[in-house]
């Protein structure tokens, strides 16, 4: 927050230059307690309003249990009362857009069947590992942005794993365009139609990361990365990198047919 303020206070740049996302953490699933979770991320922010405000997850915690607990919530509030509530965020003005994180289809259908304002995009994992295809379709389906996030997989998660930046499609792909691995993973996304946020705190690549737009990837060359995910021994689903496994008995655990 103290970051932002300084640069709008310079005027090195307008705060409608900066696109601002923030995530309703799952403590604050109750419709009171959604409103009070915005406000905390404003006031950590120093903003007046979100640009995109995210529930994070479909999974509900107990906001009276200890911070490392991931006890249910007793009240069990449902995702169409959470959603009700966000939608006030955006009548009150704190929230420009909102969304949904980690949503599986039944559980974006029971979104939708209440919704007055539909999520604006999803935020999920995505890459050749796992191109998650029908959570794609049905989102172009229903006109709600696909986000991917972990875009290059997550390397060193799985001790012994080859990084997909190694994959021998990946980098002959990379050297017919000039390009880094990296940045074929990212322009994957692209191709696809797909928003893709990639993480990294190296100014280096950070560069790299965004010079993707002077080259594109053909049809084929999509559909050869799409189809690596099906030489995995356990199928697409065992390419996902990020399980929840701490929350592998909460009941809207929504990977548990992954299991």
Known sequence: GEALRRVF????IKREEVFVTGKLTETYHRPERVSEGCVQTLADLQLD???LY???SPMHLDPDSPRTDVTP?????????TWAAME???EAGQC???GISNFTIPQMDEVLRTAKIRPACLQVESHPHLPNLELLEYCKREDIAFVAYSPLTSPGKRPGEASILENELVREIAERHNASPAQILIRYQIDKGNGVIVKSVTPSRITENLAVTDFSLSPDEVSQLTAISDSLPGGPSSGRYF???NFRNHPRHPFLDEK
């Open 9 to 12: 206070d310079a005027g090195t």
């Open 49 to 51: 309003y979100l640009d």
């Open 54 to 56: 995210l529930i994070h």
């Open 73 to 81: 919530d007793p009240l069990n509030p449902s995702l169409a009362e």
């Open 88 to 90: 006030k965020l955006v």
């Open 96 to 98: 420009k857009n909102i």
């Open 243 to 245: 399980t929840f496994p």
